[in-house]
Protein backbone atom coordinates (compact mmCIF):
# COMPACT_ATOMS: atom_id res chain seq x y z
CA UNK A 1 0.00 0.00 0.00
CA UNK A 2 1.83 3.05 -1.13
CA UNK A 3 0.77 5.97 0.83
CA UNK A 4 -1.51 8.50 -1.32
CA UNK A 5 -4.13 11.22 0.10
CA UNK A 6 -6.70 9.56 -1.79
CA UNK A 7 -6.72 5.85 -1.40
CA UNK A 8 -6.29 7.28 2.99
CA UNK A 9 -10.40 7.70 2.93
CA UNK A 10 -12.82 6.15 0.45
CA UNK A 11 -14.04 8.76 -1.87
CA UNK A 12 -11.45 11.44 -0.30
CA UNK A 13 -11.65 13.46 -3.14
CA UNK A 14 -14.87 14.27 -3.23
CA UNK A 15 -14.64 13.77 0.72
CA UNK A 16 -16.53 17.34 1.43
CA UNK A 17 -19.37 16.26 -1.06
CA UNK A 18 -19.65 13.19 1.03
CA UNK A 19 -20.90 14.73 4.37
CA UNK A 20 -21.58 18.56 3.37
CA UNK A 21 -25.00 17.60 2.98
CA UNK A 22 -25.28 16.38 6.41
CA UNK A 23 -24.69 19.83 8.12
CA UNK A 24 -26.94 23.06 8.18
CA UNK A 25 -26.24 26.51 9.78
CA UNK A 26 -27.44 26.19 13.46
CA UNK A 27 -26.07 27.66 16.56
CA UNK A 28 -25.63 25.74 19.95
CA UNK A 29 -24.13 27.89 23.49
CA UNK A 30 -21.07 29.24 21.79
CA UNK A 31 -20.78 27.15 19.09
CA UNK A 32 -22.08 27.73 15.26
CA UNK A 33 -22.00 25.40 12.37
CA UNK A 34 -21.75 27.85 9.41
CA UNK A 35 -22.98 27.57 5.63
CA UNK A 36 -20.50 26.40 3.21
CA UNK A 37 -18.19 29.17 1.10
CA UNK A 38 -15.76 28.84 -1.05
CA UNK A 39 -11.75 28.68 0.76
CA UNK A 40 -8.73 28.50 -0.66
CA UNK A 41 -6.76 25.96 1.33
CA UNK A 42 -4.29 23.56 1.02
CA UNK A 43 -4.28 20.09 2.99
CA UNK A 44 -2.45 18.13 5.07
CA UNK A 45 -0.46 16.31 1.93
CA UNK A 46 -2.10 17.81 -0.84
CA UNK A 47 -1.55 21.13 -2.72
CA UNK A 48 -3.74 23.79 -2.23
CA UNK A 49 -7.03 24.18 -4.35
CA UNK A 50 -10.63 25.96 -3.96
CA UNK A 51 -12.86 24.12 -1.75
CA UNK A 52 -16.17 24.35 -0.41
CA UNK A 53 -15.93 24.39 3.11
CA UNK A 54 -18.20 23.44 6.22
CA UNK A 55 -17.24 25.31 9.56
CA UNK A 56 -17.63 25.06 13.38
CA UNK A 57 -16.87 27.68 15.20
CA UNK A 58 -16.62 28.86 19.10
CA UNK A 59 -16.63 32.18 19.65
CA UNK A 60 -16.09 33.27 16.05
CA UNK A 61 -12.86 30.78 16.07
CA UNK A 62 -13.13 28.32 13.77
CA UNK A 63 -12.48 24.87 15.82
CA UNK A 64 -13.00 22.17 12.85
CA UNK A 65 -13.64 22.15 8.85
CA UNK A 66 -14.68 20.08 6.25
CA UNK A 67 -11.68 20.71 4.90
CA UNK A 68 -8.97 18.22 2.84
CA UNK A 69 -6.84 19.44 6.07
CA UNK A 70 -9.12 17.71 8.02
CA UNK A 71 -10.15 14.32 5.80
CA UNK A 72 -6.61 13.92 4.94
CA UNK A 73 -5.15 14.49 8.84
CA UNK A 74 -7.32 12.07 10.50
CA UNK A 75 -7.63 9.51 7.05
CA UNK A 76 -5.30 6.78 7.80
CA UNK A 77 -6.95 6.00 11.56
CA UNK A 78 -10.05 6.35 9.50
CA UNK A 79 -8.64 4.08 7.00
CA UNK A 80 -7.13 1.33 9.11
CA UNK A 81 -10.17 1.63 11.66
CA UNK A 82 -11.58 -1.67 12.85
CA UNK A 83 -13.62 -3.06 15.92
CA UNK A 84 -14.15 -0.91 18.55
CA UNK A 85 -13.37 2.86 17.66
CA UNK A 86 -12.90 5.24 20.02
CA UNK A 87 -12.70 9.05 19.23
CA UNK A 88 -12.26 11.41 21.60
CA UNK A 89 -13.35 14.74 20.58
CA UNK A 90 -16.95 15.06 18.57
CA UNK A 91 -16.05 18.13 16.97
CA UNK A 92 -18.25 18.13 13.36
CA UNK A 93 -18.78 14.06 14.07
CA UNK A 94 -16.87 13.42 10.45
CA UNK A 95 -14.02 10.67 11.51
CA UNK A 96 -16.75 8.73 13.89
CA UNK A 97 -18.78 8.97 10.87
CA UNK A 98 -16.21 7.91 8.14
CA UNK A 99 -15.31 5.12 10.51
CA UNK A 100 -18.75 3.60 11.18
CA UNK A 101 -19.35 3.88 7.34
CA UNK A 102 -16.85 1.20 7.29
CA UNK A 103 -17.89 -2.47 7.53
CA UNK A 104 -15.03 -3.33 9.61
CA UNK A 105 -15.89 -1.49 12.13
CA UNK A 106 -18.30 -2.39 14.48
CA UNK A 107 -19.24 -0.14 17.11
CA UNK A 108 -17.93 3.69 17.47
CA UNK A 109 -17.62 5.62 20.97
CA UNK A 110 -16.94 9.20 20.98
CA UNK A 111 -16.43 11.35 24.09
CA UNK A 112 -16.88 14.79 24.61
CA UNK A 113 -17.10 17.09 27.35
CA UNK A 114 -19.33 19.90 26.30
CA UNK A 115 -23.00 19.61 26.28
CA UNK A 116 -23.41 22.20 24.01
CA UNK A 117 -21.60 20.42 21.27
CA UNK A 118 -23.43 16.88 22.02
CA UNK A 119 -26.96 19.18 22.01
CA UNK A 120 -25.87 20.33 18.74
CA UNK A 121 -25.52 16.96 17.26
CA UNK A 122 -28.91 16.05 19.08
CA UNK A 123 -30.04 18.78 17.10
CA UNK A 124 -28.41 17.99 14.15
CA UNK A 125 -28.80 13.98 14.27
CA UNK A 126 -26.20 13.59 11.72
CA UNK A 127 -24.88 9.87 12.71
CA UNK A 128 -28.94 8.41 12.03
CA UNK A 129 -28.79 10.17 8.67
CA UNK A 130 -25.49 8.17 7.39
CA UNK A 131 -26.59 5.04 5.09
CA UNK A 132 -26.61 2.00 5.49
CA UNK A 133 -27.99 3.01 9.39
CA UNK A 134 -24.20 3.08 10.03
CA UNK A 135 -25.08 5.46 12.68
CA UNK A 136 -26.06 2.97 14.66
CA UNK A 137 -22.74 2.03 15.84
CA UNK A 138 -22.26 5.39 16.94
CA UNK A 139 -22.88 6.42 20.59
CA UNK A 140 -21.52 9.63 22.62
CA UNK A 141 -20.18 9.75 25.70
CA UNK A 142 -20.38 12.59 28.02
CA UNK A 143 -17.25 12.50 29.83
CA UNK A 144 -13.43 14.02 29.88
CA UNK A 145 -11.05 12.19 26.84
CA UNK A 146 -8.18 12.71 29.50
CA UNK A 147 -9.95 10.58 32.56
CA UNK A 148 -12.45 8.43 30.24
CA UNK A 149 -12.21 4.68 30.51
CA UNK A 150 -13.70 2.29 28.44
CA UNK A 151 -16.18 0.07 29.75
CA UNK A 152 -15.52 -2.79 26.59
CA UNK A 153 -12.08 -2.87 24.86
CA UNK A 154 -11.01 -0.38 22.27
CA UNK A 155 -9.38 -1.96 19.41
CA UNK A 156 -8.38 1.91 17.88
CA UNK A 157 -7.54 5.22 19.72
CA UNK A 158 -8.68 8.35 17.64
CA UNK A 159 -7.90 10.97 19.88
CA UNK A 160 -8.63 14.41 18.50
CA UNK A 161 -9.53 17.29 20.98
CA UNK A 162 -7.11 20.03 19.84
CA UNK A 163 -7.72 23.29 18.60
CA UNK A 164 -4.16 23.88 17.22
CA UNK A 165 -2.59 21.25 14.71
CA UNK A 166 0.79 21.48 17.13
CA UNK A 167 0.64 21.99 20.98
CA UNK A 168 3.19 21.29 23.53
CA UNK A 169 2.56 18.62 26.04
CA UNK A 170 0.51 16.61 23.36
CA UNK A 171 2.62 13.28 23.41
CA UNK A 172 1.89 13.45 27.04
CA UNK A 173 -1.61 13.60 26.91
CA UNK A 174 -2.06 10.86 24.27
CA UNK A 175 0.03 8.80 26.31
CA UNK A 176 -2.27 9.53 29.54
CA UNK A 177 -5.45 8.87 27.41
CA UNK A 178 -3.80 5.51 26.17
CA UNK A 179 -3.03 4.29 29.35
CA UNK A 180 -6.44 4.86 30.57
CA UNK A 181 -8.01 2.87 27.38
CA UNK A 182 -5.66 0.48 26.64
CA UNK A 183 -6.49 0.67 23.07
CA UNK A 184 -4.97 -2.18 20.71
CA UNK A 185 -3.80 0.62 18.32
CA UNK A 186 -3.48 4.37 18.40
CA UNK A 187 -3.78 7.16 15.89
CA UNK A 188 -4.20 10.95 16.93
CA UNK A 189 -4.68 14.41 15.33
CA UNK A 190 -1.37 15.93 14.59
CA UNK A 191 0.54 12.65 14.89
CA UNK A 192 2.89 13.27 11.86
CA UNK A 193 4.14 16.87 13.22
CA UNK A 194 4.61 15.38 16.76
CA UNK A 195 6.70 12.61 15.16
CA UNK A 196 8.20 15.06 12.96
CA UNK A 197 9.66 17.60 15.78
CA UNK A 198 10.02 14.71 18.39
CA UNK A 199 12.77 12.81 15.40
CA UNK A 200 14.60 16.03 14.98
CA UNK A 201 15.07 17.12 18.84
CA UNK A 202 16.06 13.82 18.90
CA UNK A 203 18.81 14.08 16.54
CA UNK A 204 17.75 11.57 14.46
CA UNK A 205 17.08 11.52 10.23
CA UNK A 206 13.16 12.32 9.40
CA UNK A 207 13.32 9.08 7.85
CA UNK A 208 11.78 5.60 8.48
CA UNK A 209 14.62 4.52 10.52
CA UNK A 210 14.39 8.08 12.59
CA UNK A 211 10.49 7.58 12.74
CA UNK A 212 10.58 4.02 13.85
CA UNK A 213 13.05 4.90 17.14
CA UNK A 214 10.77 8.53 17.83
CA UNK A 215 7.82 5.48 17.79
CA UNK A 216 9.48 3.37 19.97
CA UNK A 217 10.37 6.32 22.53
CA UNK A 218 6.57 6.95 22.69
CA UNK A 219 5.79 4.23 24.22
CA UNK A 220 2.64 3.96 21.92
CA UNK A 221 1.09 1.40 19.57
CA UNK A 222 0.55 3.99 16.41
CA UNK A 223 -0.78 3.05 13.06
CA UNK A 224 0.63 4.59 9.70
CA UNK A 225 4.54 4.55 10.20
CA UNK A 226 4.34 0.93 8.96
CA UNK A 227 2.98 2.47 5.64
CA UNK A 228 5.48 2.53 2.67
CA UNK A 229 6.09 6.23 1.91
CA UNK A 230 5.11 7.46 5.18
CA UNK A 231 8.44 9.05 6.02
CA UNK A 232 8.29 11.34 3.36
CA UNK A 233 4.91 12.49 3.22
CA UNK A 234 5.68 13.18 7.29
CA UNK A 235 8.21 15.56 6.02
CA UNK A 236 6.33 17.23 3.31
CA UNK A 237 3.71 17.85 5.83
CA UNK A 238 6.00 18.58 8.50
CA UNK A 239 7.74 21.66 6.25
CA UNK A 240 4.70 22.63 5.18
CA UNK A 241 2.32 23.05 8.53
CA UNK A 242 5.34 23.40 11.49
CA UNK A 243 6.09 26.92 10.75
CA UNK A 244 8.83 26.83 13.34
CA UNK A 245 6.90 25.34 15.96
CA UNK A 246 10.09 22.59 16.37
CA UNK A 247 11.06 21.03 19.98
CA UNK A 248 14.41 22.02 21.15
CA UNK A 249 16.46 18.81 22.41
CA UNK A 250 15.83 19.67 25.97
CA UNK A 251 11.99 20.09 25.58
CA UNK A 252 12.37 16.75 23.92
CA UNK A 253 14.32 15.08 26.39
Known sequence: MSLRATDLVPGLAAGTALFEHLYRPLTSGRWELHAPAMVLTRGYWSAPGLHSVTALTRDGETWMSLTPLEFESQGIGVALAAGHVAVLGLGMGWSAAASA??????????????????????????????????????????????????????????PDIWLPLVSDGRVAEVQRMQANVGAGAVYFWGQEMEIARHTRAAGHALDAGGIRATVAAFGLPLIGPELPGYADCTAAAADAWMRGRWLGAAAAA
Not at 111 to 136: T, W
Not at 137 to 146: E, H, N, S, T, W
Request: proline share 7%; no cysteine; glycine share 6%.
Open 101 to 158: LRDEVTAVTVVERDPDVIAMHRELDLFARLPGGAGDKIRIVFADALDWTPDAPVDLLM
